[in-house]
């Protein structure tokens, strides 16, 4: 098995030109997968509120429920880096909150970094959570917790006011600390001159090629998310079908008298008479 990679490792990839790959999970199996095929990093999002929790959006997601998940892919993949994704109004409020919870995704679930949405207005946050002694990736770009004020989830850094709100940040967040950035859902061209201005390693999802490394969301590239599909999705297995087919066949089975079979149950130990003995008893 591979060693563990580290903050250096990610330094040297980026430095060599290597692409980190890096997925999320939220679950003990998907980690485990992950982990068997190599991946460099996890991410536990809170987009779990909407892949695996069903909700409409990430604002619901609790600080519990990130933990909770958070240590289930910690048991399934023990030798991956683990990205704790902190849900919306763990770290918003204050630098103090955003210290303690920080600390609670380490103490807790053994993360090895946690990640936070926003540009400038949560500097002070990266900061504070970095001189506690932890590891923070920055994220801009589209930021989910803030739909509401971008209108949705939408492509940001399309037009030269935009990008440049987004350069002024990255800069701000590089300095405040963080040791690495995501770009979510940002034009190629701003991702490359981010990636080239920044000396920390700078990740895409949906932000195009000239960048660090790329994350796609599990249930989206395996097809097991069904309310919609973002554009910069590309779908590697159709698991829906997969696991509909299954559910069908069995169903069907059951019904058809198919299963079980001699081969799915557990045979007497005493002869047929001495159950037949014991079954007159209570007739
Ligand atoms: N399953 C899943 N995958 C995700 O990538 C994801 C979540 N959930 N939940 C939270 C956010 C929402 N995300 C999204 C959602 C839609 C687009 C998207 O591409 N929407 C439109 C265009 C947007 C625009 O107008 O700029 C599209 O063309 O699909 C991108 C990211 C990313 N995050
Ligand atoms: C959309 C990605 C970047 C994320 O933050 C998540 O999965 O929660
Ligand atoms: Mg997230």
Redesign the pocket.
Known sequence: MARKKGILDFMKMKNDGEQAVWVTAYDYPTASFAEQAGMDLILV???L???VLGYG??IPVTMEECISHCQAVRRGAPNTWIVGDMPFLSYQISDQDAVKNAGRFHKEANVDCVKLEGGRRVCSQIRAITDAGMLVMGHIG?T?QS?GQLG?????G?DVKSARELILDAIAIQEAGAYALLL??VPPELTGFITRKLEIPVYS??AGQPCDGQL??S??MLGM?E???????KKYANMAEIEVNAFKQYINDVKTGLFPTDDHVYHILDSHEEFESLFKEFS
Request: proline share 6%.
């Open positions: 999002g809170d987009s509120g909407m892949v959006s990430t589209l989910p739909s949705g989830f939408k492509a940001q399309r979510e859902a999802i949906g796609l969301i249930g989206d998310f309310m919609f599909t973002p554009k910069f999705v």
